[in-house]
């Protein structure tokens, strides 16, 4: 069995605790307007060319975005930086894309982790069955979870799904004891309005789960605009600005009645 | 800081690098008198030490708390005829060229065209190791195969034990005495030059009490005419300060640090050796001290600080000798290389860190001066809090303290068969070179050219810039049948052109011991005294020679682009992948984007590139290491490279990595500037493959943007990785904290950056000191960032 993956980034600092590797699987069920991986919504490989420079010259190679790789070659490069995750606490974490969208890959991954004494943590959008999430609980003991909107029809109009069954999985998820780490992209206009903000944090009051254990705002940035040109794709969110720093106090602020640490990511 | 210190900070900062010619003067009349052709090689340069003491001009800054300059001012820097004489094209060039200017005036050059020139013309130890040596080690040099560090400059990488801050030097002559009535001259056909030996360290010795008098003379003097009360009983204490050491032992912590300068006032006054002279383990050495008055009420820990920060401004006082030609490329900077430690492990091996080790860190970053440069040395018993405190300092963006491996440092010092108490009490000088401190005379010997050597093995021993047959034959590039049969072709290249190398220092080295003692150093490091042998006679109880290799990633990753290439994908044979580079890649764009687009890179953490690195190593490692030198030590291997990848850069053609005719080499152990594609981890893990035990010191930096810092827990990931680095044994860590744009915008309007400064290799330097080439160089290494 292979997973199709489209990176494995090292010294991975913001998707967990300590110092981690990040594996990113491809393919995902949302289409986020905002998305940051524009090359992880496809669930094959593309190819696309990217142009390097060979002084004044352009070199224009063509790359294959999507490789496949078996769970002993992903293992041996995860083992590479085991030194950094026990100097730091830190661990492997599996991104996307939609990681759960390879459930049968990702669950011997996450097993082979646990017997190897890694942390392992699972970033998602939360758009799978439950089933799904029960596979991976076992072995897993953290779960980046990332919750856009609570309205329904916003929700649809911005990623291309229903929220119901993310809003239910996090509930669900919230019971069985794993950590979790909610993370809120901020889009101005879109989702990072007060109104939103706030439903989110009231939604997280409801939850009033313990496991809920720290809150992570994402200030949206532009720098994935040459990834939509490589991929020709149109970058719909052109027009929108990057939010300040003080707006982004003051959106953490919404849920400082919560008492969970809520960071704003650097 | 105070008043007071930022005055002398201002004072320090703004005086102008000059040519000071009164040693130059005083040590030509010497030469020239009648005593000094009476006497043993010795005791003539012991007596000259004496002439220069007697008569050098008494310094003495308003203000200031620790007295004695190298020069008559504050960056006046005196010259050493006898080691290497400067011409008067040379001082004319130091006048006037761009970076690292000194100033010459009118009288200058006429005392040198008139007085110095004419002496010393043909005599100094320049000379003689230049008649010396074969044409062979010419041809290599003036090719760019390696640098010789002795060239300009008396051997260096002096660093003070703890001896000298518990004795003064009316015990250490009680200690030559003592040698002298015990010499055995029946038995020891070496008694007689013992005895010369010893009488010229006792010469020497007392020159040093008497200069400090002439101190204490001239502050009472100032005292007389004082005003201020209060400077009065300074100037009035300062003198009695001066009459107590360096005779006696210090009595307490200002008189200790006084005491340590005139033991540096009389290394650098003695001779120019490479990297100054350094007080090596300052908490340490100075923790009895600090202890003491601060439990006695005796000093506060602000007047502490007061003095530690008017301390640190007497070093940035000195710049480097002026070095001139190659041996400027090759270190082209004013700073002269002292590096204090702090942290690091107890003679028993404990952790050795206290409340002084944190004082001087905060004076390291208040103070933000180029010298002395500052390092931690972090063992696997120092606390987080050592670590997290250097790189809290290491964020401001100056490049200090780097961070060293005690625990590699004393794995490597045992392997060199040092006793291990010696090794805990050693650490690294200069940039990053191992030793131990107070009993090794470690010489650094030279750069060494890794990729050159490939260069001119791809070409047959032959050096197409100078147009020689300077190798061996080793074969045309059609004939080669695999990567290995190059590989070894290589290999016997290196062989050859170290064995030149290393025939050349033997003979240096006795040239040196012959010419040159330095009786003053010798009083400082043992067991010189109880061999009744100069330091640069082998009288130390540990002699080392080093040979730094340079261009390891840069030989690495071309070694690798001909076996992907050539050998295992079959693409392009070797004569064509030949043919390019000798074009420098003109009308080859796509071959050279696939060369470094697509090729495996050393820095990834990628075996099949980083296998090139460690086959190298090895190389390196066996041609140099364990070979006797001719004052009765060993050869050994570090990795770094100063300036000298720029220069050594400039001497080699295209290559097969894709980098062009003249581009500077790969930095220390350091990944080719853009290569790395993986992060930290990916890079420091290629570096740790090197086996760093072997070495005696290497060389890595890594460039942070300041974003990268905005992550609230980035000094504890910044921690685990360097104490990961240091669990695989890497030797040295260092971090630029700077961004690309800053550094693109100093170079485009340097007046708004007079104080940028940047981390070079084991050093850091202002930005607009740098030449343009090592400017570029920095912009292009690669900066990790976050998003």
Known sequence: MKALIFDIKRFAIHDGPGVRTTVFLKGCPLTCLWCHNPESQNGDIEICNVNKPIGDQM?????????????????????????????????????????????????????????????????????????????????????LFDIKHVDDKRHKAFTGVDNSIILDNIKKLAECGSEIWIRIPAVPDYNATEENLEALSNFISDINAESITRIYLLPYHKLSSHKYDNLNMADKLVNIQEPTANQMKEWQRIFAPLNIKTYIKG | MNERIKYLREISLNAKEHISTERAELITEFYKSSRALEVSVPVRRALSFRYLLERKKICINSSELIVGERGPAPKATPTYPEVSLHSIKDLEILNSREKVAFKVDKKSLDTYREDIIPYWHGKSNRDKIMDALSDEWKNAYNAGVFTEFQEQRAPGHTVAGSKIFNKGLSDLIADIDNEINNLDFINDMRAYDKREELKAMRISAEAMVMYANRHADELLKLAAFEDSDARKDELINMASICRNVPE????????????????????????????????????????????????????????????????????????????????????????????????????????????????????????????????????????????????????????????????????????????????????????????????????????????????????????????????????????????????????????????????????????????????????????????????????????????????????????????????????????????????????????????????????????????????????????????????????RINLLPTTCHVYFGSVVGAMPDGRLSGEPLSEGISPVQGADKYGPTGVLNSAAKLDHVRTGGTLLNQKFSPSFFNDPDVYNKLTAIVRSYFRMDGHHIQFNVVDTDTLRDAQKNPEKYKNLIVRVAGYSDYFNDLGEDLQNEIINRTAHDMC
């Open chain 2, 248 to 635: 006696k032992r210090p009595d307490s912590f200002h008189e200790a640090l006084q005491h340590y300068w005139f033991f540096h006032l009389g290394v650098v006054t003695e001779l120019n050796p490479w990297d100054s002279f350094n007080p090596g383990r300052l908490d340490q050495n100075l923790y009895r001290y600090y202890r003491h008055d601060i439990d006695n009420g005796i000093i506060t820990e602000d007047q502490a600080k007061e003095l530690l920060m008017s301390f640190w401004i007497k070093f940035n006082n000195h710049p480097a000798p002026p070095k001139m030609g190659v041996t400027a490329l090759e270190s082209n900077t004013y700073t002269d290389f002292a590096l204090i430690n702090v942290g690091g492990v107890k003679p028993d091996g404990s952790d050795a860190s206290n409340e002084l080790t944190y004082l001087i860190l905060d004076v390291i970053e208040e103070m933000r001066l180029l010298q002395p440069s500052s390092m931690v040395q972090v063992s696997k018993k120092s606390p987080d809090r050592l670590i997290k405190r250097a790189l809290k300092i290491v964020r401001t963006g100056f490049g200090q303290p780097s961070m060293f491996n005690t625990d590699a440092i004393i794995q490597q010092m045992i392997r060199q068969g040092k006793d291990v108490i010696d090794a805990r009490n050693g650490g690294a000088s200069g940039c990053v070179e191992t030793g131990a401190f107070g009993t090794e005379a470690y010489w650094l010997t030279g750069y060494f050219n890794l990729v050159k050597v490939l260069e001119i093995t791809l070409n047959n021993g032959f050096d197409k810039r100078t147009n020689k047959q300077i190798g061996l034959r080793t074969g045309i590039l059609d004939d080669f049948i695999g990567f290995d049969d190059f590989l070894n072709a290589f290999n016997s290249q290196i062989e050859h052109f170290v064995q030149i190398k290393l025939i050349g220092n033997n003979i240096i080295e006795r040239i040196i011991s012959e010419n040159i003692p330095a009786p003053f150093l010798s009083l400082i490091v043992d067991d010189c005294i109880k061999n009744g042998s100069d330091y640069n006679r082998g009288g130390a109880k540990y002699n080392t020679s080093y040979v730094q290799g340079v261009g390891l990633g840069s030989v690495t990753d071309n070694l690798t682009a001909i076996k992907y290439a050539v050998f295992d994908t079959k693409t392009i044979s070797f004569t064509q992948l030949k043919e390019a580079t000798d074009n420098n890649f003109e009308g080859y764009d796509k071959l050279r984007g696939r060369l470094i687009y697509d090729t495996p890179k050393y820095g990834n953490d990628d075996e099949y590139a980083d296998k090139q690195a460690t086959d190298v190593f090895e190389m390196f490692f066996n041609a140099v290491d364990s070979k006797p030198t001719a004052r009765g030590g060993k050869f």
């Open chain 1, 59 to 143: 070199f224009i190679t063509e790359q294959h975005i999507g490789r496949h790789i078996t769970i002993d070659e992903l293992m041996s490069d995860i083992e590479k930086d085991r030194i950094y995750y026990e100097e730091s606490d830190g661990g492997v974490t599996f991104s996307g894309g939609e990681p759960m969208m390879q459930i049968d890959f990702l669950e011997k991954a996450v097993k082979r982790c646990k017997e190897t004494d890694l942390h392992t943590a699972i970033d998602t959008s939360g758009y799978v069955p439950y089933s799904f999430f029960e596979r991976v609980i076992p072995y897993t003991d953290l779960f």
